[in-house]
Structure formats: C-alpha cells, structure tokens
C-alpha cells in the first residue's frame, strides 16, 4: 500500500503540474499511467519507472529555470529551491524504486513480457507525440473535437498497443490478431473517410481529399508535381519494417487478406512466382501515364476517374481471383507499390530465414498467403520476393526453424523487435488514419 501512495502521489504532482498549464489531455495521461500501476505487471513496472524518470527530468528543468528567474528579479529562491529539489528528490526515487529489487517483486507478474509490452506503449506514445506537435495542423482526433486533449487520445491507443503486445506475444496469437487489426485499421480508414465525405470535414486530415488507391502514392505527386507526404511516410515506413507495410498498414491490402480467407488456400506450387514481377509493369506504366497526363494538361476530374478504375479493377481481383485462389493475389501480382514495397524491403535489415535443420514438410507453404514458400524457396533457405514478413507461417513450423532474422541477434529476440516496431506503426497509423 505504501508503494502505491508513493507511486499515486508522484504521478498526482506532475498532473497537478499538467492542469495548471490548462494541459487536460496531458493530465488524463498522467492519471491513466497512475492506474497502470495498480496492476502487478511488469511491464506497467517498467513504464512507471520510465515515465517517472522522465518526469523527475522535468522537475530539474523547471525548478532551474524558476530559480533562474527568481534571481535574476531579485526574489527569493532558497526555499523554491528546496521545494523543487524535494519533487526532483522523491520522483527520482520512486522511479529507481521500480527498477529496484522491492520494485520487481511488487511488479512481478507476465515477467518475459516487461520490457517488451513497456517498449511498445512507450514507442507509440513517442511516435504520436512527435507526430502531434510536428505537423502543423491537428492531427489527432482528440484535438479537432476537443482542442487540448491529444494526449488523451495518445495514452488509449499506447494502452491499446501494449494490450496487443500481450495477445501477439506468441506466434499463435500474432497469426490469429494480425488480420482482425488489419481489418480494424482498414475500417477505421475508410469509416473516416466516409463520414468526411458525408460532411464531417473534421474526418479528413487536410480537408483536401485524396483517392485512397495505393499506386496513387507513386502517381499522385508525378501528376500534381507535389505533395510528398504518403511517398515519404511509406519509405520510412518500408525501411523500418521492410516489407510488412503489405501485411500489416496498408489500408487497402486488408481486403484482399479478408477476400483471399473466403477461399481455400491453395499449395503455392499452383502459384507462377514470376507473375510477381507484373507489378513493376504496373507501376511503370502508372507512373508514365501521370507524367503524360500532367504534361499533356490533362484535367483532375478525367486522372482522378481514370485511378478510381484503376482501384475498382484491382477490387474486382480481390473478389473473383483472390477469394478463388485462397490467396493475395491483387497484392502480389496487380498492385504496383507492392513490388515497390518487396524492393525497398531488401534494404531494410528485416529478413526472413530458414534454418538449415528445416524437415520440408511444407506446412509453412501452406499457410503462406503471398505464394513466398514454393519448394525452391525452402530448399534456398528463405522466402521468395513477394514475402511480406507477415509471420503467418512462423506458427505453423513445428520444428521451429522458421523466423525472422536481425543481424547478430537470435530469432525470438528478433521476432519482439520486430513486433514492437510494427504494433507501434499500427497504433500510429491507427491515430492518423484519415485521407
């Protein structure tokens, strides 16, 4: 009971700190990172100690500039200086406490998951955060409806990403979650954007819409000759987690994993592996008719008809191919910013890797959805270009020589890394899913 007095009281200073600045969302994330330390989990041990050490860095930096103040008018400082060197003093405390021994054991539950589930709330709290104070309008949908609580809206999806940590922690769950947050995601998506279209500007992210067709993030700048903003985010996006933007955040591949499910998968020797490089057919000529529509002085209305056919053909493969087959076939022979993705992957340190002690059995291949586990494939040692480190088959290798593969670092630390990466983008991109 004494710990968590301590721990309440260090949390209620810092927000008691937040609601003098008028800073309500800022508060809402300090009371509910307060609550997370009435659980027994580590993790919540773990981001307690980071928050509050954070937290004790704030108080050294406000008191020396309140001193530095204080004496520079004059005033009297000795007593704020005792007064914030104790908030220094005793958060600092409490933050050590968390890490100490007497803090493990009060924090001991779901241990191999600490530091994993900690990094992923701390994470997507850290990449919203710089997303909300970078762009120069307000991002989140907490602060459009309500001016002032982004931070709110920061610590539930931090929280909701953590929660996810604990539900993929294992191959098993990570299979069966990926595509239902995939689906969450595409839905929130295309949610927003309907409600925009309906009349509630607030739902679109610039107020300027944008057709939600992938090859449109190549296309679209050659046309307009700027905004760079999707082409940017998807590189960044593909060179931290490689190829999985096609397996985890792209709004639009959601549907042809929900259309491919429909079907019964089938081997992927029936799939012709070199149809993969139509893509890249694709995007080039794609990309050729933007220019020659700009050059030419080709009207928006004709270019944004002729990408929303592009989009309807692609759909039409997802319903009568993909759900078929069993398998992604839009994603790994129609849409172009998938080559793109498989390509730009090669730079990113992400791989798959099959060990040398595989059995053949071929039960990876079989739930392999992008056709990237032919025989050749297996009998190479890795998975084919269209592999979009999707883990899907990672759970279904009994012998487990199927993982992911970092440099210098062994599979399953690989696998968390990995995962704390892209549940981090998924809660980002969940935060910022607007056209």
Known sequence: MT???????????????????GDYGLVFFILGAAGLAFSRERWAGNITGVLLGCGSLLWLEKGAALIALRVNTGGEWIRLALIMG????????????????????RFNRAEEQGWFRASIFLLAALL??????????????????????????IFLLAFYASWLGGR??????????????????????????????SGFEQFLMTGKLHLPVPALIAAGPVYRGSGFFMPILFTVSVLLVGPAWCSHLCYIGAWDDQCSRIGKLRPAKDFNSRLIWVRLVLLVLVVLCAWAMRAAGVSSFFAVWSAALFGLLGIMIMLFISRRMGMMIHCTTFCPMGIVSNLLGRISLWRMKISADCCKCMKCSRACRYGALQPKDIEAGRPGLSCTLCGDCISSCSGSSLGYSLPFINAGTSRRVFLVMVIALHALFLGVARI
């Open 3 to 21: 710990t968590l007095l301590f721990i309440s009281f260090a949390y209620l200073m810092l927000g008691a700190h937040a609601l003098r600045g």
């Open 86 to 105: 104790a908030l220094y003093s005793f958060t600092l405390f409490v933050c050590v406490y968390c890490f100490s021994p007497s803090g493990r054991a």
């Open 128 to 153: 919203l955060e710089i997303t909300r104070n970078k762009v120069h309008f307000p991002i989140l949908l907490a602060d459009r409806f309500f001016p002032g609580w982004g931070r709110a809206e």
């Open 168 to 197: 993929m922690y294992k191959p098993e769950g990570a299979k069966a979650m990926r595509p239902r947050i995939w689906a969450l995601f595409s839905l929130v998506f295309f949610g927003q954007l309907l409600l925009g279209l």
